[in-house]
Every structure is written in structure tokens, then in C-alpha cells.
């Protein structure tokens, strides 16, 4: 990773460190404010197995400030692939593009506004790559959208599985181990994520 992208991680960790420390959120309008980022440990998980793809299609649910996608545009220019990044919030996504201009890394991400949902229907592009990191209600929902459009080795990592996890991460880890061909496992690193491996038949 060179040094431009690491020093624009730098940012997002100092970030992550002030907001630590404040109150805890009042409503969905104060956690929008927050970045909530995957962290550290996760995102040199997520570049390491969207690295170890070739050319691989990312798709990343739930842009927000835009630190995972640095994680996953650095791994996708690594690995000749493109990131595809989708965000309810166009402020967000004005400034995840902005932090990854500064990165150099724009011109492998595909910043879309509006509807998750909508927008995974409307995609053209098979996927190889999952990032799920949304509303948790969400989750569900979202793996019936892109599952069809997954190719065959595809890696699906789903964030928050341990905290705050809950019943729609029960849902979702529940959901994903019914699909044919998904094998997935929960992981201890950051906030807790499941990571799943579609192989059809």
C-alpha cells in the first residue's frame, strides 16, 4: 500500500478515534453523522480477499465516509478489478469521492446514489465481491438482491456481526447459510463479520 493511501487511512483513523469518545447516538440522524467504519483490522481483511480475485467486480453496500472503499479500491487497482459503492446519503458519497480522489484511487470506484435495493436490481455487472454495511434490517433484503448476480468463488462479508448483532444479524447468518452453494463462517475481527464463499453446483 503506498503512501498517499495510507496517509488518507491515517485520516479515517484519526476520525474514528474522536468520535470514539463521544455520546452515544441519539437517533438515525446522529448515527448518519458518525463514520462507523469497518476499522482497521477489517479493512486489511476485505483488501486481502478482494486482492487474492482476479479483476474482480466489488460491490460495496453502504458507502458512508467512504473508509472501506479505500480499503477495497486500493485492492481492486492491485488487482486490476473496480468498486462499485452504493449510498443512500449523496453528502456521504460526495465525501467518499472527495477521500478518494485524495487517495488517487477515483478512478476505481463507481460512486451511485439512491435506493440499495433498487440500485443492486439495476446492476448490469456480476459480482465477486460483497461488502454488506448498512442498516441491519437491510441485510436480508440485500442478499435476495445481489445473490443472483453473484459469480461462481464470489466472497460475500457481511460487518457488525457480533456488535451490535442482534436479531437481524441472526436473521441474516441464518439467511445466508440456506442459499445453495454458500459456505460461511463468523469471524472475530473487528465488530464481528460473516464471511461467505458462493460455489454452486
Do not use: C
Amino acid at each position: 500500500m503506498d503512501e498517499i493511501v495510507s496517509s488518507v487511512l491515517e485520516d479515517y483513523h484519526a476520525r474514528i478515534e474522536r468520535e470514539r469518545n463521544l455520546p452515544r447516538p441519539a437517533s438515525r440522524d446522529d448515527i448518519d453523522e458518525r463514520l462507523l467504519a469497518v476499522g482497521p483490522e477489517t479493512g486489511r481483511l476485505i483488501n486481502i480477499l478482494a486482492r487474492s480475485l482476479q479483476t474482480p467486480t466489488i460491490l460495496e453496500i453502504g458507502t458512508s465516509y467512504g473508509y472501506s472503499g479505500i480499503w477495497l479500491a486500493e485492492a481492486a487497482r492491485a488487482s486490476g478489478g473496480k468498486v462499485i459503492t452504493l449510498e443512500l446519503q449523496d453528502y456521504k458519497s460526495a465525501h467518499a469521492r472527495e477521500k478518494a480522489r485524495e487517495a488517487g484511487l477515483e478512478g476505481h470506484i463507481d460512486f451511485r446514489v439512491g435506493n440499495a435495493l433498487q440500485l443492486i436490481e439495476g446492476l448490469d455487472e456480476k459480482i465477486d465481491f460483497v461488502l454488506l454495511d448498512l442498516w441491519k434490517d437491510l441485510y436480508v433484503p440485500a442478499l435476495r438482491a445481489f445473490y443472483p448476480r453473484l459469480n461462481p468463488g464470489a466472497i460475500v462479508v457481511a460487518d457488525n456481526m457480533i456488535r451490535p448483532g442482534g436479531e437481524n444479524a441472526r436473521l441474516y447468518s441464518e439467511a445466508v447459510r440456506a442459499l445453495p452453494g454458500m459456505t460461511s463462517v463468523l469471524l472475530p475481527v473487528g465488530t464481528g463479520i460473516e464471511v461467505s464463499r458462493y460455489d454452486p453446483l
